[in-house]
């Protein structure tokens, strides 16, 4: 992610995509819905939405657009990916200087909030976030809904197929225990739902390029 302000145009969509890097976007006017593997928000002048390392999410910009500043993630633990902060504009000015001590600012003065949507395809995505190896056609008759409507509606929503969503919050769980972790990748695979170490190695690749050796800390 570059850091710096874009610029987003009345109803501009931005599908699906991911980010290697992690890193923080403020808006600074306007504003957009986001659906990504957090969930789906709506945000708006003055918030911030913090995103991880190989995160994905699309994005749907409101009649305003909106102007967003990007920048680098500092590593701080705050807990909650999206909130408010007291002064968007002191943050942006002091990002012409420094990007870095501006998303120190950021992270100092950020108010966390756990606003979500609550749409079925919400209500689907927090309950994978929380098991990725919840079965879908279970999850599908409890709520009543149709398996054909259920990958229809999600990915109208998310702009990917909730087994595809699955599989991605499955990866990115198994990335995040890599580095430090000293069992066997076999294991690892049984705690985080894959068949076995071959099925989470191919997903571990596809998401970031590299094997899952290659992240262990």
């Known amino acids: 992610m570059t850091t710096g302000i874009t610029v987003h145009g009345a109803f501009e969509r931005m599908a699906r995509h991911r980010h290697g890097e992690a890193y923080v ?21 003055g918030q911030a939405v913090f995103h991880g390392q190989h995160e994905s999410h699309l994005n749907e910009f409101f009649r305003a657009g909106a102007r967003v500043l990007n920048l680098p ?11 408010q902060v007291d002064d968007p504009d002191a943050i942006a000015r002091l990002a012409e200087r420094d990007p870095d001590e501006a998303a120190r600012l950021l992270c100092r003065t950020f108010r966390a909030s756990t606003v979500r949507l609550g749409d079925w395809p919400d209500l689907l995505a927090a309950a994978l976030a929380e ?31 909730p087994k595809r ?15 430090g972790w000293q069992g066997s990748m076999a294991t690892l695979a049984a705690e985080t739902g894959f068949a076995d170490q071959a099925h989470l190695t191919r997903a571990v690749v596809a998401l970031t390029g590299r094997t899952p050796t290659r992240w262990l800390g």
């Open 25 to 45: 976007a403020l808006v600074l006017a306007g504003g957009y819905m986001e659906a990504g593997d957090r969930g789906r928000l709506r945000v708006e002048a």
């Open 73 to 83: 993630s500092t590593g701080a633990d705050i807990g909650q990916a999206f909130g």
């Open 131 to 161: 098991d990725p190896t919840l079965g879908l056609a279970e999850w599908a008759d409890t709520m009543g809904i149709a398996p054909q409507s259920l990958s229809r509606g999600f990915h109208r929503a998310y702009g990917i197929s």
């Open 165 to 179: 969503y699955r599989l991605e919050l499955r990866t990115l769980q198994a990335l995040r225990q890599l580095p």
